[in-house]
Structure formats: structure tokens, C-alpha cells
């Protein structure tokens, strides 16, 4: 059975607390505050509640609960230290039909209290359905510890704002996109705060498109944990979503059940929306005065035609916010455990990807190449099913055949898959689930080595799983071969016969999906 959360107006109406305890007291406390007439029934009070009673702010019957106490009364709390008289109250109540709550009792009530965070009018309620109150005290402090102290001032400002509007301007949806505005916006106490100025300024100029604005902002990798905290509020407010098409659902769940969400996103192989009609839908929406947030995956500015939806909105003169995320590279490299550079082998990152557009193709020839630098850490994004292509001209450049080399597909998403090989091997390995990244450098040599033997350990014995579905698949794991590393079996005193070298070109890229933690979990078995 579901609850329905609502927030009661109780100025003015009578409520029962049968019981004068420490219990008692705490619900006395939250009922006092909503203006509440109370009356507290009790043969014996504690001091805190007797001074109330004095102070005239509740009234104290002195002696043990009778049926007529019910009369008149429209809310019921039954805090005594006695099941029976509890259960007693919850009953006359339900057959007077009044709301009550008896205290620790979830079968005996009507209703819960919530472990609430408040700032000023704002309150976040939360409620367990009376399962676990810990828990939802817990979620309480988390959420305390993360709202802004002056949320509640702020809150008064823009709710006075919120009734001018309604006072001055006619119902519709122009002012229903001004006040869904003024929500996103700083106030000030001056009366030439622009957003005071836009709160006054008349409706047929609030989507003239001069308050305009798109914002491109970076999902990450997909798990909607990564999201920044500034994307997840400006993503929740806006009016339009238009995404692109890796961003997963349980990203896209987050935007407001009100905002229009389109997939505009652009797959190879597949005959898709092209990138002028994406900037149309960005400037058309921006212009009728609505919130735009332009989703992509990754990084907005790494690999993701930002550069042509800047130009686009500047030439329009729409406004526009770069918020950044969290890029592929980097969730794959958690992934496996890597750091992407290092003081011993790697001074430097090269970020690139096979797709380029035709007229960058055809002018391919007019620019010097990339630097032959084997200190560095190749990045290569989108890098296609067929890696043969790519592995040869990588060889052709000078690059050593037993380069250690990663693929991770699905980075920090349910089905993450790695897996690993030597750039001699790398065209043999198989086509990896899409989207997909490689990671090529021998800074994959120090970083993840102790990753992957404790992660060919830990699926030959347990086969384990982890919460987040990102599983151990049994059997299927690899270390670089010809590298010296974990030479011997005995080198972490693990005396494992499975664990042996395979010979460069006898593993063409082993499936891995990785386990979080599994770094900790080896240095916990190193003395």
C-alpha cells in the first residue's frame, strides 16, 4: 500500500497527546509549531511540558486517558508507555474517524511522522512507512549536511517575487516558464536585481529571446551518481532536454515529468537528425523562452560537436553555460584501476578518436601528425569494432608490439566490460559492446597490474558479484604477457597454479568485468 505525502494546515484545530513522556514530548514539539490547539492527557508530565501548560501554550489534563477526550478533537497521538492504553486510543479513534498516530506502532496508525529537514517554509519530509525511522533520520542528516544554511531566506525572496508575478501578470504559460525562471536565479535585496527586473518587465517581452539561454552540460559515463551537482539542478528545472543518444534513461529520469525530452542523438551507421537541426531545436526552444539543457554524454567539450553548437548559439545571440562532466577517459580508467599518467613511464595523455567528418578527412594530409610519443597514454575514443587499421598504423609509427592496451566498454554502467591485450594482439581482439574506449600506454603497465591479478583470483575462486551489477565473470581475465609482472606466483605469497604467464599473441584480449574495490581488497592480502 502506498502513502500519500501531503502537507496538513493544522492552524486553528484540535489535537489529543495522550502521554506527557519523553516520547510525547518530541511530537509536542513538532504539533506546537503548526499552530495546533493541544491538549495533553496525562496523570503525571515532565517539567518541560507542565511549563508548556503554564506558558498557556497547551493544555494539561492531569490524570489517565478517557474515551471522552476524543470529543472534538481532529488529531490523535498516542505516546504513553503502555501498549494497551495506545492501542485503546488508536481504536476510539478510528471509530470516530480521526486521524492518530500511535508512536512506534505502525499497525496503530493513520499516518507518520517524517524525519524532517527544514530552511525556512522549505521542509523535506522523509518517510520509511514506519520500516526503519533510523534509516530515515540518516537520510535526514545527509540531506541537512548538503542544503545551503540561507536556502530559507532565499526561499522568502523568491516566494514574494512568486506573488507579485501572480498579482501582475495573466495566467498562462508565459508566466508559468517566468516563474519556473525565477526559481534558477540569484535575488538580491536591490530593486535593480535582474531578476527582480525580469519579474516586472511585461510577458511579451519575457520571449522576445533576449533572457535566452542553452545549457551544455555533461551527463558523464552514464552513472547518475557522476552527474555534478549543478547538472542534476539545472537538468530537474529545465523545460527541454534535448540528449544525445548515450545518455541512459536513469539519467534522463532525473529531468522535471513536465519537460519536453528529445533524443537527438547520432549513431554510425544510422540515419539520424543532423547536427543543423539539432542547433534549430536548441535556438527555437532557447527563443520562446523556455530553460534548455543541451545533454551530452561524457565531457560537453571533448568529442561532441560543442564547437559547431557554440558557433550556432553566438551566432543566434542565445546565451549559453558550459557545464562540465565527468568524460569517458577518466571513468575508464577508474574502471581498471589505471592512472593515466605517471612519473616513471607517461608525461603525456593524447586524446583522439577514429570518426572524423568527411571535410577533416579529405584534408587529413594538410596537418602535421600527432606526436610519436611512446611516454604517453593513448586515449582513443569511439574506436570502432575493427581495430586492425588502427593497431597497424600504431606499429607502422614505432610503437613496441607488447604496448599494454585496454578496451572498456559501458565505463561505470551496469554490463562494464574490460578487456585487455598488447598492441601486437589488438587486432585480433574481438568487437567490444558499444560505446566502447581504448586505452593504450605503459601506464596501464603500473597502475592496474595488481587489479587484474586479484581480479583473476578473486572470479576463479567465487565467481563474486557486487551490488552494482558490475560482476566477475569466472575464468575470464588477463594479465599482459612479456611484461615481468607478477612473475612469480609466490611474489604476493598466493600460491595459485591457475594464475600463469600466457605467452604474447595467446590472449587476444580476455573479457574482464571489473569489481569495485578489488585494489583495496589485494593490499588487505599484502603483508
Known sequence: MSLLPIFLKLEGHRGLVVGAGTVAFEKINSLLKTGLRLRVVAPVARAAIRQLAIDGRLEWIERPFEIADLDGIDLVIAATDSAEVNAQVYRESVVRKILANSVDDPPNCDFYFGSVVSRGALQIAIST????????????????????????????????????????????????????????????????????????????KQTDGSNAKVYLIGAGPGDPDLLTVKALRLLQSADAVLHDALVPQAILAL?????????????????????????????????????????????????????????????????????????AAFAAAAAIGCSLTSRNSTSNVIFSTSHHAPSQAENRSLHAPLPQLEDATRVVYMPGRDLRMLAQEWLDEGLPPDLPCAIVSRAAQPGQQIR???????????????????????????????????????????????????????????????????????SLGINDPSLEHRGQGQDNGKVLQSQPGAIDALFSLVP
Open 129 to 204: 512507512a514506519g520500516e526503519s525511522p533510523a534509516v530515515a533520520q540518516q537520510l535526514r542528516r545527509e540531506i541537512d549536511e548538503q542544503l545551503p544554511e540561507d536556502l530559507g531566506p532565499w526561499l522568502d525572496d523568491v516566494g514574494s517575487l512568486r506573488r507579485e508575478v501572480l498579482a501582475t501578470h495573466p495566467r498562462g504559460e508565459a508566466r508559468r516558464l517566468l516563474l519556473h525562471q525565477l526559481a534558477q536565479r540569484k535575488l538580491c535585496g536591490s530593486e535593480l536585481c535582474p531578476s527582480r527586473q525580469l519579474a516586472r518587465a511585461p510577458l511579451d
Open 420 to 490: 585487455t591485450t598488447t598492441l601486437a594482439a589488438l587486432g585480433d581482439t574481438a568487437p567490444a559492446l558499444a560505446p566502447s574506449l581504448l586505452i593504450a600506454g605503459w601506464a596501464l603497465r603500473e597502475s592496474s597490474a595488481a587489479f587484474q591479478y586479484l581480479a583473476g583470483i578473486t572470479s576463479e575462486r567465487n565467481g563474486d558479484s557486487n551490488s552494482s551489477g558490475k560482476s566477475i565473470v569466472p575464468g575470464q581475465y588477463s594479465i599482459w604477457p612479456e611484461m615481468g609482472l607478477f612473475s612469480s606466483r609466490r
Open 255 to 327: 529531468a522535471s515529468p513536465s519537460a519536453e525530452v528529445v533524443n537527438v542523438g547520432k549513431r554510425c551507421g544510422v540515419k539520424s537528425i543532423t547536427q543543423q537541426e539539432i542547433n534549430a531545436l536548441m535556438i527555437e526552444r532557447a527563443q520562446s523562452g523556455r530553460s534548455v539543457v543541451r545533454l551530452k554524454s561524457g565531457d560537453p567539450l571533448l568529442f561532441s560537436r560543442a564547437a559547431e553548437e557554440i558557433a550556432a548559439l553566438a551566432a543566434a545571440g542565445v546565451a549559453f553555460e558550459i557545464v562540465p562532466g565527468i568524460t
